[in-house]
Each structure stands twice: as structure tokens, then as C-alpha cells.
């Protein structure tokens, strides 16, 4: 059986190399709830972050 993830939200914003404990956070508070969090790297620029909430 498969286990999906469904995007709820996703957003670029201005990367900052802090904004991983934000992501861990969120995702050690929340997990239990069904929300998981992610922050990758624009592959297009460098300088931008994507920031996804996703519903377990």
C-alpha cells in the first residue's frame, strides 16, 4: 500500500540558513497532528527557498 503525502501549501521565499529550525519545529510539533513540513532549495536560484506544508 501506498502512503501519499497531498501538498496543502507551498510558497518561495528569500532562503536564510536558519529556516531549517523553523521546518524542524514545526515538524516535531505537528507530525502528530498529520502535517509535515519540507524546505528545499530553488534549483533556479540559489537565493530562494520552497517552503511545502503536506497532510500525512
Same mark, same amino acid.
Given at each position: ?6 501538498? /496543502? ?5 528569500? #532562503?536564510?540558513?536558519?529556516? #531549517?529550525?523553523?521546518?524542524? %519545529? /514545526?515538524?516535531?510539533? %505537528? ?7 519540507? /524546505?528545499? /532549495? ?15
Amino acid at each position: 500500500m501506498e502512503n501519499k503525502m497531498e501538498i /496543502l501549501s507551498s510558497i518561495k521565499i528569500d #532562503y536564510s540558513d536558519q529556516l #531549517y529550525k523553523m521546518v524542524d %519545529l /514545526l515538524n516535531r510539533t %505537528l507530525k502528530k497532528e498529520g502535517f509535515i513540513f519540507g /524546505l528545499a /532549495l530553488d534549483q533556479e536560484d540559489g537565493n530562494k527557498a520552497i517552503f511545502t506544508i503536506y497532510r500525512a
